[in-house]
Nanobody, 121 residues
Framework: QVQLVESGGGLVQAGGSLRLSCAASGSIFSINDMGWYRQAPGKQRELVAVITDYGSTNYADSVRGRFTISRDNAKNTVYLQMNRLKPEDTAVYYC???????????????WGQGTQVTVSS
């Protein structure tokens, strides 16, 4: 019943910017951490950025200073502003949210469908 829908991916030249959005919908009682992960061809999925329910953030070293994660709790949405993109940023980006669907339920991690980000040199 809970789903995360991503948008904002695309093709951009090196040095450009892109903004990803991920909106959670369905049976949602509360959302704790929300984050962005990415997976490049032939590589493991890695954490890009995470933001807690109270706004604390953390970033992978490779994106710190270039990417900014934010959230709008009223909209159950997390964003990833990506600036000064590099070809190495090319990957499928996935959002994740720790969601409690109802009182008394445990918190589960839910994943978005993934959105392709391609950075050309």
């Amino acid at each position: 019943q809970v789903q995360l829908v991503e948008s904002g991916g695309g093709l951009v030249q090196a040095g450009g910017s892109l903004r990803l959005s991920c909106a959670a919908s369905g049976s949602i009682f509360s959302i704790n951490d929300m984050g962005w992960y990415r997976q490049a061809p032939g590589k493991q999925r890695e954490l890009v950025a995470v933001i807690t329910d109270y706004g604390s953030t953390n970033y992978a070293d490779s994106v710190r200073g270039r990417f900014t994660i934010s959230r709008d709790n009223a909209k159950n949405t997390v964003y990833l502003q990506m600036n000064r993109l590099k070809p190495e940023d090319t990957a499928v980006y996935y959002c994740k949210a720790a969601i409690r669907s109802a009182p008394g339920r445990r918190t589960y991690d839910y994943w978005g469908q993934g959105t392709q980000v391609t950075v050309s040199s």
